[in-house]
């Protein structure tokens, strides 16, 4: 299970470099170690998706690569950017790595289009008519232009979520770094969401993505990591990873999802 | 009516009579209970002891505009000759009294930027610069000794002029200083925190009164002898230091109600900290904040009338001012009932105004 091995031989578009690098990584939330040790190297174009139980720290690894949560030790690399208490350093990343939430975290006081064009006005500087255009771009993209001048609490959750996911593109991200993204959805949601996500790794695009949808793993993925209690325990392809899976936590942990 | 979705077999009934109309509603709203129907009753009662003596005083037995005080007195009624005699006193205290159109016009200018500041559409860089302009205006007609004014000394100003002054000067330079108090407090920065917290309970701890009594006989001690700071502007600072501590609470409320995923959205998408708070944050916890701060708004207003115990001769301090005047002693009502309405007619046009903002910014929002 070297590195070599674990990048696919399923990718379409030629590896153009490392994007994301974490080394020895640890993190605490105060005496609760709750990252021990993690190592993990991204490529430009890699689709990576992440599993394991509740509480095992996805959501935190992820945050942690957009500083979201600071880490305590170790690297992390992100597009060639050191991730440390240097501001500046911070928002270079952010503007680089789109992210996508759980619970969506639309901004409900602006419209859908304002939510897209708020960033590229403000933090890329784009004039307001060359936001939007581009903001109708994706919002197309995802399927939900003639929604634009809705407010988010008037759409359903698989329609916020695709916004949020324009939202997110209409920055141009470098990497894309999904938490969970339809396990807040309603079952008859979840596809929409998913196909958009489908759509995107077709396109190239280099995804994180913390999900339980095995189904999108195994069609989509590059390459599964499994994590347990705050380590990367296991990392395949989906093939290899849902076929044989190499450690017991892993055969415990599919058994139980791939069983319920 | 006639568009009736219901289609199936039972025909629409009217609901039954005894629970509609005006003997319904009597019922359930007035006397649906022994004790509701007690208290309804006893409360009429009082009404009809209160209300005709009130309105033969106010209205069938006041004196026309134009009695002498002694046929006021002899009559009973409400005397509005009082009012009109000393109106232009009660509005614009003693400033030179051919002089008066200029504190009539500082009114109108404060209104009319009071007017335009409500209305959303008009939220744009420009108002900033028409409140500096406005503001400029105010300074020069009410000092003057400029542009062919006289100079009139501060001291003489009084009235609503001063009222309006002090509150709306007051209010907005507390406002954006309450808005970095309430962020200062909510900083990961412990020494900001620190400040910010330190001030707001200091001054949260001590009355105004006594906050103007300091700004009136402490602060000249630790100027340094020959520095006099304005008695006016030593008043202004302590309104505007209390008001801003009162109103960073009731934004660190509308803070604190936003929810972690708001801030979150903000910064993943590179936003930095003011842009996240101009953007995002603020706009969505000053809507939720509008209860209490217009609560703080009225109450601040009003409070602009302790400024009497200072020696400052505000709305309220030139009508008792106007009562001293020995031959209208003792038209106590008529002057605090004239006063009375003056502040409601603000305060109440403030409470209506935050209404309509609220419904505007919840319309289409949330769910
Ligand atoms: N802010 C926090 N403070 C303390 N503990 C936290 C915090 N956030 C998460 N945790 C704990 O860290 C562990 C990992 O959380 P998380 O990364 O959200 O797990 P996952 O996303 O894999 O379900 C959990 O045990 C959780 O309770
Ligand atoms: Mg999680």
């Not at chain 1, 992390?76 to 939430?101: A, H, Q, S, W």
């Not at chain 1, 001048?149 to 997110?168: C, D, E, F, N």
Request: charge should be positive; hydrophobic fraction near 45%; glycine fraction near 8%.
């Amino acid at each position: 299970m070297s590195m070599a091995e674990a990048v696919s031989t399923k990718r379409t578009f030629p590896a153009g470099g490392e994007v994301i690098r974490c080394q020895d990584v640890h993190k605490w939330y105060g005496e609760f170690h709750v990252l021990r040790n993690i190592n993990l190297s991204v490529q430009k174009g890699e689709r990576i998706v992440i599993c394991g139980p509740s509480g095992s720290g996805k959501s935190t690894l992820i945050r942690c690569l957009n500083r979201l949560e600071e880490h305590q030790k170790g690297n992390i690399i992100v597009d060639g950017i050191e991730l440390t208490g240097n501001l500046k350093n911070i928002e270079l990343v952010r503007r680089e790595v789109g992210m996508v939430f759980q619970h969506f975290n639309l901004f409900p006081h602006l419209t859908v289009l304002e939510n897209c064009t708020l960033a590229p006005i403000w933090v890329r500087k784009k004039p307001k008519a060359e936001a939007e255009e581009l903001a109708m771009k994706y919002l197309k993209r995802v399927r939900i232009a003639e929604q634009a001048h809705k407010y988010p609490g008037q759409l359903s959750g698989g329609q916020q979520q695709r916004v949020a996911i324009a939202r997110s593109l209409c920055m141009n991200p470098k990497v894309m770094l999904f938490d969970e993204p339809t396990s807040a959805l309603d079952p008859e949601m979840v596809k929409e969401v998913l196909d958009v996500m489908i759509g995107l790794a077709e396109d190239g695009m280099t995804m994180l993505c913390v999900t339980h949808e095995m189904g999108f793993a195994k069609s989509v993925a590059d390459r599964v990591i499994f994590m347990d209690r705050g380590e990367i325990v296991e990392q395949n392809t989906p093939n290899e990873f849902f076929n044989s899976p190499q450690s017991d936590r892993t055969k415990l942990f599919l058994s139980q999802i791939l069983n319920h | 009516m006639t568009e009736n979705v219901h289609t199936g077999s039972i025909p629409d009934e009217r609901p039954p009579a005894n629970t509609v109309g005006p003997i319904a509603w009597l019922r359930n709203n007035l006397f649906n209970s022994w004790y509701n129907a007690l208290l309804t009753i006893l409360i009429i009662y009082g009404l009809a002891r209160a209300i005709p003596p009130l309105l033969d005083w106010l209205i069938f037995h006041a004196n026309a505009i134009g009695t002498t005080p002694q046929e006021c007195r002899a009559n009973g009624g409400a005397c509005w000759t009082f009012v009109s005699e000393k109106l232009r006193f009660i509005l614009f205290g003693t400033f030179p009294y051919e002089q008066q159109w200029r504190p009539l016009v500082t009114i109108a200018i404060i209104i009319a930027l009071v007017l335009i500041s409500c209305d959303r559409r008009f939220w744009k860089p420009w108002l900033g610069l028409a409140w500096v302009a406005g503001i400029a205006a105010v300074a020069i007609l009410m000092w003057g000794g400029v542009f062919g004014l006289s100079y009139v000394e501060n001291t003489l100003w009084g009235g609503l002029p001063l009222t309006l002054m002090l509150s709306v000067i007051g209010l907005s330079v507390a406002f954006p200083a309450s808005i970095l108090l309430a962020l200062g407090r909510r900083s990961q920065l412990p020494a900001i925190r620190v400040v910010s917290v330190t001030y707001i309970e200091l001054i949260r701890g001590v009355p105004l009164i006594s906050l103007l009594f300091m700004a009136s006989v402490m602060f000249p001690l630790f100027l340094p002898t020959g520095v006099n700071i304005d008695k006016l502007l030593r008043a202004q600072i302590a309104f505007i230091m209390f008001a801003a501590a009162y109103m960073a609470e009731a934004i660190r409320g509308g803070l604190q109600a936003i929810p972690k995923g708001q801030y979150e959205a903000a910064d993943a998408l590179g936003l930095n900290y003011w842009q996240g708070m101009r953007k995002i944050i603020l706009p969505q916890a000053l809507a939720i904040s509008i209860p209490p701060l217009v609560n703080t708004f009225i109450s601040f207003f009003k409070d602009t009338s302790l400024v009497i115990i200072i020696g400052l001769y505000d709305l309220l301090g030139t009508a008792k001012a106007a009562l001293s005047d020995p031959a209208w002693r003792g038209f106590y009502r008529e002057a605090y009932l004239f006063i009375g309405v003056i502040y409601w007619v603000f305060c109440f046009s403030m409470s209506k105004y935050s209404q309509k903002l609220e419904r505007d910014l919840r319309r289409g929002h949330r769910r």
